[in-house]
T-cell receptor
Framework: GAGVSQSPSNKVTEKGKDVELRCDPISGHTALYWYRQRLGQGLEFLIY????????KSGLPSDRFSAERTGESVSTLTIQRTQQEDSAVYLC????????????FGNGTRLTVT | GQSLEQPSEVTAVEGAIVQINCTYQTSGFYGLSWYQQHDGGAPTFLSY????GLEETGRFSSFLSRSDSYGYLLLQELQMKDSASYFC?????????FGAGTTVTVRA
């Protein structure tokens, strides 16, 4: 595709439910990142994939968060037993390789936990 | 780990020059990037400095001093459309870590 695509664009869920967020990176991009951005705040690193492997999972906030990537393309971020503090915009970005290549961001998934 | 500091907000008038400073601490350093984010939008890449010195791209310039762990983004000939949040980001240990962002408000 022309850019990074994320779905859904908006998600409202009840506390305690599980949610799955999807990211389709730019074709051929081997590096993929997930960030979380709370309202009016900066980007909080969650996880990084190089190909299908995740060498850095240090940013995942708790064991309720998990992510996977298959076929060096689509990635999913799963949040189990959602809590109100999980409400945020979840941004996915991809780049052609790790290192100094610019990150191309999707428009994000706005998650609201009620 | 990484930590970055930048001012929270800056206000200036159209046509003015704004400098956004960024200081960082990181284990492993490969470069300093700048991203722009308009309200409700996705961050977009502005610039990347791996070496000391000034990089100029149109009205925007970015500077890096590795010995001082310091960089800045210079916005010249400010336009209303430049009102946005600007984030510095450090590439270290193959992870891009972002600062909290500087909100730039341009007034007529």
């Amino acid at each position: 595709g022309a850019g990074v695509s994320q779905s859904p664009s908006n998600k409202v869920t009840e506390k305690g439910k599980d949610v799955e967020l999807r990211c389709d990176p730019i074709s051929g991009h081997t590096a993929l990142y997930w960030y979380r951005q709370r309202l009016g705040q900066g980007l909080e690193f969650l996880i990084y994939f190089q190909g299908n492997s995740a060498p850095d999972k240090s940013g995942l906030p708790s064991d309720r968060f998990s992510a996977e990537r298959t076929g060096e393309s689509v990635s999913t971020l799963t949040i189990q037993r959602t809590q109100q503090e999980d409400s945020a915009v979840y941004l996915c970005a991809s780049s052609s390789r790790q290192g100094n290549s610019p990150l191309h961001f999707g428009n994000g998934t706005r998650l609201t936990v009620t | 780990g990484q930590s970055l500091e930048q001012p929270s907000e800056v206000t200036a008038v159209e046509g003015a020059i704004v400098q956004i400073n960024c200081t960082y601490q990181t284990s492993g350093f490969y470069g300093l990037s700048w991203y722009q984010q308009h309200d409700g939008g996705a961050p977009t890449f502005l610039s990347y400095n791996a070496l000391d010195g000034l990089e100029e791209t149109g009205r925007f310039s970015s500077f890096l001093s590795r010995s001082d762990s310091y960089g800045y983004l210079l916005l010249q000939e400010l336009q209303m459309k430049d009102s946005a949040s600007y984030f510095c980001a450090v590439l270290g240990d193959y992870k891009l870590s972002f600062g909290a962002g500087t909100t730039v408000t341009v007034r007529a």
